[in-house]
């Protein structure tokens, strides 16, 4: 039989771009983290520093530490969201009216630009006019600075509690999806079985419905811890990192250092350590997941 090229030809424009704007800017991202080069340079005139910008990141760059802290404090928000959305989806996998009604309720948040959500919730934590602030007034209590730098916990800024809350809001539908695809996945015969066992509904739910869903669990965790340490767009929406830098976050740091000051070089060194260090934070949270019994492979 003669083989066909012809496939292969519709495949050209998928490498080219795969090419040009993947392996290319990635490898170009790689050689400008070693390097001074601002756009204003020609790239032939860059110089090589080495390591210099990268050493730059953990001892003169203040900014950047903090922005590390308040990235992993922001996965805090990472168990809420996956315990209300798993609460939730057990509830729509009940045979309640208007589950599809409900489904699509909570995943509209999901679907939704993160930009238009800022701006309602901007407006939801504004200090004179705001919802919260009416609330609070309305029972007696004295209004919030929602996105301030007041400190709710030691060194945690009341400002990023509020940008916590908001994504926890805007992914449970996501979370509630990938749960309730799991448990709708769980064969009716292994319940079936427990209950003629003897097993209550919360042995049935520990040793059935728990161990059936851990690989959703694992997604959940893995895509949220990766998702939350990335965080840009709200906290840029929200608070540009401020006020001054307790909102800071890594993402939003290395676009200034990129963007506003022209450090191209610099910026990429972020980037590149960055991304090391939530590859290290996935490997880690896997093995420890592992260890767990969470694998089934």
Not at 47 to 76: C, Q, W
Not at 87 to 108: C, D, E
């Amino acid at each position: 039989m003669k083989r066909s090229y012809v496939p292969y030809i519709f495949l050209i424009p998928f490498f080219i771009n795969l090419a040009v704007f993947s392996l290319f800017t990635l490898g170009f991202g790689v050689y400008m983290s070693f390097t001074n080069w601002d756009p204003w340079t020609p790239i032939g005139a860059a110089r090589f520093i080495g390591l210099t910008n990268y050493i730059r990141a953990f001892t003169e760059d203040p900014v950047f530490l903090m922005a590390l802290k308040n990235a992993f404090i922001y996965v805090l928000y990472e168990p809420f969201a996956i315990f209300i959305g798993f609460f939730f989806a057990l509830i729509l996998n009940t045979a309640i009216k208007g589950r599809s009604v409900f489904r699509t309720i909570f995943f509209l948040p999901v679907i939704t630009s993160t930009v238009a959500i800022s701006f309602v919730w901007n407006w939801l934590y504004d200090y004179q006019y705001g919802p919260f602030n009416e609330v609070l007034r309305a029972l007696g209590l004295p209004p919030q600075h929602w996105l301030s730098q007041i400190e709710i916990l030691p060194g945690v800024p009341i400002a990023l509690t509020s940008i916590m809350l908001m994504s926890i809001w805007q992914w449970i539908g996501l979370n509630v999806i990938i749960f309730l695809a799991a448990l709708q996945s769980i064969p009716k015969e292994y319940h079936e079985a427990a209950r003629v066992s003897g097993a209550n509904a919360w042995n049935r739910f520990r040793h059935v419905t728990i161990p059936l869903v851990r690989p959703a669990l694992l997604f959940c965790a893995i895509t949220a811890t990766a998702g939350s340490l990335q965080v840009f767009t709200e906290v840029y929406m929200l608070t540009r990192g401020g006020p001054g830098t307790v909102t800071q976050v890594p993402v939003v740091w290395m676009t200034i250092q990129a963007i506003t000051f022209n450090e191209f070089g610099y910026g990429a060194a972020l980037a590149y350590t960055f991304f090391l260090i939530i590859l290290a934070v996935s490997l880690i949270e896997i093995r420890i997941l592992r260890r767990g019994g969470m694998f089934y492979y």
